[in-house]
């Protein structure tokens, strides 16, 4: 069976992802397999809206092959591993740009390259089930696929606490972080997605028969959290003022900060700074160059190896040969 499937449904274009045993990791034949796919229901009369979806229930996408991404890495092949963040980060830009209306139809897991496929359309429906994070920092990363341009402007420094310590966002509270436009219970994403399909009214009317508009019920002291730390301008005032917050949530993110890559937290907190008032396609060109350096430092591959190979979740970071001076990092 294919990754990703395409075809027509009615009026609509349908691209399926469709690797479950990997959580539907993106490759790179199955970007351009997407990117070709958008191309040909773009000059397709008969196609008045695309779909994006995955025919696994238990995740969207779990983000790119990073596995693949380290094998390239460790073999030397590093111009290899450029070509799949530069296709990547394309078909990221088409979506963005995308003429025709495009639904993500997002149940389950949808991380790192999951969001570059959803965050950029026009229309994102998530359910209950639904588990939002770019975890990136804690395998010597950085969150990208638009992440510089995305995370900063999400409310309250949210983004800037997904970015930097993996913070996951589920249910309801997408939409108070604004990481999507619609909710539907998971047992009605089928209907919802034939009448799309149909396409018997107005895109709009479908939606809002369908699916709920969500309210802001995310945790008053969450959002506290967030904004008193996360606005800080360096990652050591973001740990001092996390020390000084007496939540369980703060120590949650302390406890991430500490455990991640101190270059890639960096990396990543200049990313966000930088693209705050930046268009998307400066920021993805920005992470383009960051993905260059990432590729080539150790933590990449000793992250991934730790994380997704290993497993054992006890990185070796390549700055701690000696113990991590906090009151250093981030003031430069």
Aim: aromatic share 8%.
């Amino acid at each position: 069976m294919p990754y990703v499937t395409v075809e027509k449904i009615g009026k609509a274009g349908v691209i399926g992802l469709n690797r479950p045993k990997a959580r539907n990791a993106l490759n790179l034949d199955m970007i351009e397999t997407i990117a070709s796919a958008l191309d040909a229901f773009e000059k397709d009369p008969a196609v008045e809206l695309v779909i994006m979806r995955s025919n696994d229930e238990r995740a969207f996408c779990a983000g790119g092959d990073m596995r693949r991404i380290r094998a390239l890495c460790l073999a030397g092949f590093y111009e290899e591993a450029e070509q799949f963040f530069l296709t990547e980060y394309a078909l990221n830009l088409k979506i963005a740009s995308y003429s025709k209306p495009y639904v993500s139809l997002i149940d389950g897991v949808c991380m790192g390259g999951g969001l570059g496929l959803s965050i950029h359309g026009r229309y994102r429906v998530t359910s209950e089930r639904v588990v939002f994070a770019m975890p990136e920092t804690a395998i010597g990363f950085f969150p990208d696929v638009g992440g510089s341009y995305f995370l900063p402007r999400m409310p309250f420094y949210s983004g800037y606490c997904m970015g930097l310590t993996g913070a996951r966002v589920t249910g309801l509270d997408c939409f108070t972080l604004g990481l999507s436009t619609h909710f539907v219970v998971s047992e009605s994403q089928q209907l919802l997605f034939e009448a799309l399909c149909d396409l018997r009214e107005p895109l709009e009317h479908i939606l809002n028969a369908h699916c709920s508009v969500g309210t802001d019920l995310f945790s008053t002291v969450s959002l506290a959290v967030m904004k008193e730390a996360f606005s800080q301008s360096t990652l050591h005032s973001i740990d001092q003022e996390l020390s000084k917050l007496q939540y369980a949530e703060a120590r949650t993110a302390q406890e991430s900060l500490r455990s991640s890559s101190p270059r890639s937290l960096q990396e990543t907190l200049s990313l966000l700074q930088d693209g705050r008032s930046s268009y998307l396609e400066a920021c993805l060109k920005r992470e383009f160059k960051a993905a260059q350096r990432a590729i080539r430092h150790p933590d990449l591959v000793e992250g991934v190896r730790a994380v997704l190979v290993d497993k054992d979740h006890v990185p070796i970071w390549g700055s701690e040969v000696e113990p991590i001076n906090w009151a250093v990092i981030g003031t430069a």
